[in-house]
């Protein structure tokens, strides 16, 4: 904590430092407790298992600087649980990190650098997101390069190479849990009620070539290429987007993969919203996995909380590599003064055939049907710096479900969390 004082003093006194300049700098923070109640969230209840309850917190201080040359932000960020640690605790399990450390060049108006670590979000957080829900949240070390030919075009070109640490010699990447190197392009363009993405993404997994003897470190990349199109009107919002992945999946493998989404919203009043969408990402059926190409597209670097159920049953950490997911869902949002509520069911299939191996070697093949799960939260705005959430959701699971997640379906499945997030800004000029 005393590390936290001293940091928190001298950020401080450098902001402040700047009234005497033509310069902007901002000195804020957050607090965000969150109790959940766990009850087959992620995985179907076990028998036998009591559920998991606790309090976890989200801690930061972030610091931003900007001129006409150049701008600067760093974000120190603690994350805990309530009693990891003892009253009288000298040092904390996860210490106090950087979430964002980064310097962006402003070499004019529409040429600019930014490096160092930072969060990256395109669109709608499906390829690259913040993973804000998460209490650690991500972050990338990266360097982009920004063009913005005028105020209806982005263009943004960026770099990463990971290193375990610094070393006189080759140190292999092999599982670290990370990528090895990336690159990856975005278009962005604005056209009235219409706007057009496009998304190139390299992705660099180190893998052992070589099981047999010492680590052998090679990297597989892959490729995931598409583009979102989206409309919006006073009284309409659709969005439509595609993708494809080929390459090498992180063992090697042959990789093609697809994925495809559409939604359409209705403000049927000012505060009042219905909507109906889907997303397909394709899969590869359980007795072909590990054989031949491998289809299950991965949403790499994405808000995978933000899709397919809070209940975070694909692809927070998990479903990679499977047999995929199809995912149709119904948002009914309402607003009213501080209020806002949300219900959100989906009915989940898998897109690729479930099956399960019998003790005579051959497999037995189940419903694509895997269950619904249905999602409600209301959020209570204090005032714009403090807001109060609370929410439920409950899987319906089918046998088909257990098979692929374990667990028992006929258990009750639910998951409930209650929130308190305080964003106060301290200083800002």
């Known amino acids: 904590m005393r590390k936290i004082y001293f940091l ?19 000195l804020s923070a957050e607090l965000r407790p969150r109790f959940e109640f766990r009850n087959g969230y992620k995985q179907l209840m076990p028998d036998g298992n009591d ?15 900007a001129n006409e040359n150049f701008l600067f932000k760093i974000s120190l960020q603690d994350v805990r649980v309530w009693g990891d640690v003892n009253q009288l605790n000298t040092s904390d399990v996860n210490g106090t990190s950087i979430h964002e450390a980064w310097g962006e060049i402003l070499f004019s108006k ?20 913040s993973v804000g829900w998460a209490q650690q949240a991500r972050s990338h070390d990266a360097a982009i390069l920004k063009l913005k030919p005028n105020s209806k075009h982005d263009i943004h070109l960026g770099f990463a190479y990971n290193a375990k640490k610094e070393s006189l010699f080759k140190v ?17 363009g604005s056209f009235n009620k219409f706007g057009i993405s496009i998304m190139e993404l390299y992705n660099g997994l180190a893998f052992d070539s ?14 995931t290429l598409g583009s979102r199109l989206t409309y919006k009107s006073d009284k309409v919002v659709a969005n439509i987007a595609y993708y494809y992945q080929g390459g090498k999946n992180a063992s090697n ?14 403000n049927i009043f000012s505060n009042f919203i219905v909507g109906i969408g889907g997303e397909y990402l394709s899969g590869t059926a359980s007795k072909d996995k590990g054989n031949g190409t491998d289809n299950s597209f991965t949403p790499f670097y994405g808000t995978n909380h933000k899709f397919n159920g809070w209940m975070d049953y694909f692809y927070v950490g998990n479903h990679g590599g499977n047999v995929g997911l199809t995912d149709i869902y119904v948002p009914i949002k309402f607003n009213i003064n501080k209020w806002s509520f949300a219900l959100i069911p989906h009915y989940f299939m898998s897109a690729a055939t479930v099956s399960e191996k019998q003790t005579d070697g051959s497999w037995k093949d189940f419903s694509n049907t895997l269950g619904t799960e249905i999602d409600f939260s209301i959020t209570y705005k204090l005032n714009k710096e ?19 997640k374990g667990g028992n379906y006929n258990n009750t499945n639910n998951w409930a969390w209650v929130m308190i997030t305080f ?3 301290f200083f800002e000029k």
């Not at 930014?114 to 669109?123: A, M, N, P, T």
């Not at 292999?172 to 962005?188: E, P, R, S, T």
């Open 253 to 266: 493998k042959d990789l093609a993969a697809t994925y495809f989404a559409a939604d359409v919203n209705f």
């Open 51 to 65: 559920p998991a309850a606790f309090i976890s917190q989200r801690t930061r201080l972030n610091g931003f600087y």
């Open 8 to 26: 928190t003093f001298i950020m401080s006194i450098l902001l402040i430092s700047t009234d005497m300049f033509a310069q902007t700098s901002s």
């Open 210 to 223: 070589d099981t047999s003897t010492a680590v052998a470190e090679k990297i597989a990349w892959s490729l």
């Open 423 to 425: 964003k106060p800004t």
């Open 172 to 188: 292999d990447y092999v599982g670290m849990g990370n990528y090895k190197a990336l690159q990856f392009a975005h278009y962005h």
């Open 110 to 129: 529409a040429f600019s650098i930014k490096v160092g670590s930072q969060e990256i979000i395109y669109d709608d957080h499906r390829i690259f997101g």
């Open 386 to 404: 403090v807001a109060l959430q609370a929410g439920y959701s409950q899987m319906l699971a089918t046998e088909t479900m257990e098979v692929l």
